[in-house]
Nanobody, 127 residues
Framework: QVQLAESGGGLVQAGGSLRLSCAAS????????MGWFRQAPGKEREFVAA????????YHADSVKGRFTVSRDNAKNTVYLQMNRLKSEDTAVYYC????????????????????WGQGTQVTVSS
C-alpha cells in the first residue's frame, strides 16, 4: 500500500511559477519511478513528467519541456514538479503516481502503468 499526497497548487498569474510536492509513504519510495499527470475539465488525463527511481532519468511532455522540471528527494520520500512560465493552458488538477509497470523507459507516459495515485492538487493559471 502506498499513500501519495500532493501539495503546492494554487492560483497564479500567467508567467508565474509554482512548485508541486508529492509526499509518499507506505512502500519503499526510492525503489519506484514516479510520474506527474494532469487533467483539465472536459479533457482526458495526460502525462506531464516522470522520473526514475534513482532520479537519473527524467521525461517531460513536449508541452511543458523547458518550463517544468521533475525531481525527487528519496531521503524525504518526496517528488517535485517545478513549474515556471505557466500558461493558462496549464490549468488542471495535477496528480502524482507511483510507477508499477515492467519498463519505465517504455511505459512512463501511460497512466495504466501506474498503480497508486494521489488525490490531486488544483493549479489555476489566470491570463
Amino acid at each position: 500500500q502506498v499513500q501519495l499526497a500532493e501539495s503546492g497548487g494554487g492560483l497564479v498569474q500567467a508567467g508565474g511559477s509554482l512548485r508541486l510536492s508529492c509526499a509518499a509513504s507506505g512502500r519503499t519510495f526510492s525503489s519506484y519511478g514516479m510520474g506527474w499527470f494532469r487533467q483539465a475539465p472536459g479533457k482526458e488525463r495526460e502525462f506531464v513528467a516522470a522520473i526514475s527511481w534513482t532520479g537519473g532519468r527524467t521525461y517531460h511532455a513536449d508541452s511543458v519541456k523547458g518550463r517544468f522540471t521533475v525531481s525527487r528527494d528519496n531521503a524525504k520520500n518526496t517528488v517535485y514538479l517545478q513549474m515556471n512560465r505557466l500558461k493558462s493552458e496549464d490549468t488542471a488538477v495535477y496528480y502524482c503516481a507511483n510507477f508499477r509497470g515492467y519498463s519505465f523507459e517504455l511505459g512512463h507516459r501511460l497512466s495504466t502503468e501506474y498503480d497508486y495515485w494521489g488525490q490531486g492538487t488544483q493549479v489555476t493559471v489566470s491570463s
